[in-house]
C-alpha cells in the first residue's frame, strides 16, 4: 500500500475516533483524539476541520475562532472552508428574528466571526462581496458591513454601494423596490453621518479614478431620500401597500438626514416652503418635528428654499 493511502487511512480513522467519542457525548475523549490528530497530521485540512467542529460543538467560540483563523491562512482554498466562511457571511446578513428555528445557529456564527481577527474578517467579507452570483443587492449588504466594522473605507465602497444602487433602482418598475429602500434607509444616511464623507475633498474610487464631491451631489441624495419617503406614505395613506418606513418614521429620517446635509454644505438656514395644504399626504403632528417640512403639490416632490 503507497505510504500516501495508508496515511490518510490513519487520518481518517483517528477523526473517526473523535467523532465516535463526541456522538457519544465524552467531549474529553473526543479532544483527546481530535488533539493527537492534529500533531500527528498538521498539514491534514480534514483533521484540522474538525478541530474546528469540536470546538464549535462544544460552543467554545474563542478556541474556534482560533482553529479558523489557522485554516484560513493554511488552506484558504479548500471548499469545505468556503462553504463555511460563506455562511459566516449570511448569518452577518440575516436579521435577527424570534420565530426563526435556524436563530440560535445564527447568533452563534455571528459571534464566531467577532471573534474572528480584524484582518480575516476584512478578507473574508471582501472575498464575499466579489461574488459576482449573490447580485448587487448582497455585494451592497455585504459592503455595508465592511464599512460599519471598518469605517475608513466608507469613502470608496460607501460611494461605490451609492453607484450600483442609483443605477439598479433607476431600471425598477416599482418606486419602493428593495434597491431603493437600501439605498435611502442604509447607504445615504451611512454617507451623510460619516465624517470621511466631505465636499471638495478628492475621493479615489476603487476603480482607481478620482471623484470630488459637490454639493449637488449631496441635493441629489437628498431628492431620493425624499421621493422614496413621499412615495411610501402617499401609497400607504391612499390605500395602498403599506411600508414600515411610512408616515411618522419616514418623516423623522428625512428629517434628520435634511439636517446633516444641510451641515456638511454649510447652510446656515433652511427653509421650507409648501404649495398647497400638507394635510393630504403628511399628519401635523409629523411636520411639527421637522422644522415645518411639508409636501408640495406632488408628492414624490419636496420644493426646498436653501439660503446660503
Same mark, same amino acid.
Given at each position: 500500500?503507497p505510504l500516501?493511502?495508508a496515511?490518510?487511512?490513519d487520518?481518517?480513522?483517528?477523526?473517526g $475516533?473523535c467523532?465516535?467519542y463526541?456522538e457519544?457525548?465524552?467531549?474529553?475523549?473526543a479532544?483527546?483524539w481530535i488533539?493527537t490528530?492534529r500533531?500527528?497530521?498538521?498539514g491534514d485540512?480534514s483533521?484540522q476541520?474538525?478541530?474546528?467542529?469540536?470546538?464549535?460543538?462544544c460552543?467554545?467560540?474563542?478556541?474556534?475562532?482560533m482553529a479558523?483563523?489557522?485554516?484560513?491562512?493554511?488552506?484558504?482554498?479548500?471548499?469545505?472552508?468556503?462553504?463555511?466562511l460563506?455562511g459566516?457571511v449570511?448569518?452577518?446578513?440575516?436579521p435577527?428574528t424570534?420565530?426563526?428555528?435556524?436563530?440560535?445557529v445564527?447568533?452563534q456564527?455571528k459571534?464566531?466571526?467577532n471573534?474572528?481577527?480584524?484582518?480575516?474578517q476584512k478578507?473574508?467579507l471582501?472575498?464575499?462581496?466579489?461574488d459576482?452570483?449573490?447580485g448587487?443587492? $448582497?455585494?451592497?449588504?455585504?459592503?455595508?458591513v465592511?464599512?460599519?466594522?471598518?469605517?475608513d473605507?466608507?469613502?470608496?465602497? %460607501?460611494?461605490?454601494?451609492? +453607484?450600483?444602487?442609483?443605477?439598479?433602482q433607476?431600471t425598477a418598475v416599482?418606486a +419602493?423596490?428593495q434597491?431603493?429602500?437600501l439605498?435611502?434607509?442604509?447607504?445615504i444616511?451611512?454617507?451623510?453621518?460619516?465624517?470621511?464623507?466631505r465636499?471638495e475633498?478628492p475621493?479615489?474610487?476603487s476603480?482607481?479614478q478620482?471623484t470630488t464631491?459637490?454639493?449637488?451631489h449631496?441635493c441629489q441624495?437628498?431628492e431620493?431620500?425624499?421621493s422614496?419617503?413621499t412615495t411610501?406614505t402617499?401609497?400607504?395613506l391612499l390605500g395602498?401597500?403599506?411600508?414600515?418606513?411610512? %408616515?411618522?418614521v %419616514?418623516?423623522d429620517?428625512?428629517?434628520?438626514?435634511?439636517m $446633516?446635509?444641510?451641515e456638511?454644505?454649510?447652510?446656515r438656514?433652511?427653509?421650507?416652503?409648501n404649495?398647497?395644504?400638507?394635510?393630504?399626504?403628511?399628519p401635523?403632528?409629523c411636520?411639527s418635528?421637522m422644522?415645518?417640512?411639508?409636501l408640495?403639490s406632488?408628492?414624490?416632490?419636496?420644493f426646498?428654499?436653501l439660503s446660503?
Amino acid at each position: 500500500m503507497p505510504l500516501s493511502v495508508a496515511r490518510e487511512l490513519d487520518c481518517e480513522w483517528v477523526v473517526g $475516533r473523535c467523532k465516535s467519542y463526541l456522538e457519544r457525548g465524552d467531549k474529553h475523549g473526543a479532544k483527546a483524539w481530535i488533539l493527537t490528530a492534529r500533531s500527528l497530521f498538521p498539514g491534514d485540512f480534514s483533521v484540522q476541520y474538525e478541530a474546528f467542529c469540536l470546538h464549535m460543538s462544544c460552543e467554545e467560540l474563542k478556541e474556534a475562532a482560533m482553529a479558523l483563523t489557522d485554516l484560513f491562512n493554511v488552506f484558504p482554498r479548500e471548499a469545505q472552508l468556503q462553504s463555511c466562511l460563506t455562511g459566516l457571511v449570511e448569518a452577518l446578513l440575516t436579521p435577527p428574528t424570534t420565530d426563526d428555528p435556524q436563530e440560535k445557529v445564527t447568533a452563534q456564527k455571528k459571534l464566531l466571526f467577532n471573534q474572528l481577527p480584524a484582518n480575516v474578517q476584512k478578507s473574508v467579507l471582501l472575498h464575499a462581496a466579489a461574488d459576482e452570483n449573490g447580485g448587487v443587492l $448582497r455585494q451592497c449588504k455585504v459592503w455595508l458591513v465592511i464599512i460599519k466594522l471598518f469605517p475608513d473605507m466608507v469613502k470608496t465602497l %460607501g460611494l461605490d454601494a451609492y +453607484d450600483l444602487l442609483s443605477k439598479e433602482q433607476s431600471t425598477a418598475v416599482m418606486a +419602493d423596490n428593495q434597491s431603493r429602500e437600501l439605498l435611502v434607509c442604509e447607504v445615504i444616511p451611512l454617507l451623510l453621518a460619516s465624517p470621511e464623507i466631505r465636499l471638495e475633498l478628492p475621493v479615489v474610487r476603487s476603480s482607481g479614478q478620482s471623484t470630488t464631491l459637490k454639493t449637488s451631489h449631496l441635493c441629489q441624495w437628498l431628492e431620493s431620500v425624499a421621493s422614496f419617503y413621499t412615495t411610501v406614505t402617499s401609497q400607504a395613506l391612499l390605500g395602498g401597500r403599506g411600508h414600515k418606513c411610512a %408616515g411618522k418614521v %419616514g418623516w423623522d429620517q428625512l428629517h434628520q438626514l435634511l439636517m $446633516r446635509t444641510a451641515e456638511k454644505c454649510g447652510w446656515r438656514e433652511v427653509i421650507l416652503s409648501n404649495q398647497i395644504g400638507p394635510h393630504l399626504f403628511c399628519p401635523r403632528e409629523c411636520c411639527s418635528n421637522m422644522l415645518n417640512l411639508e409636501l408640495a403639490s406632488c408628492p414624490s416632490t419636496l420644493f426646498i428654499y436653501l439660503s446660503l
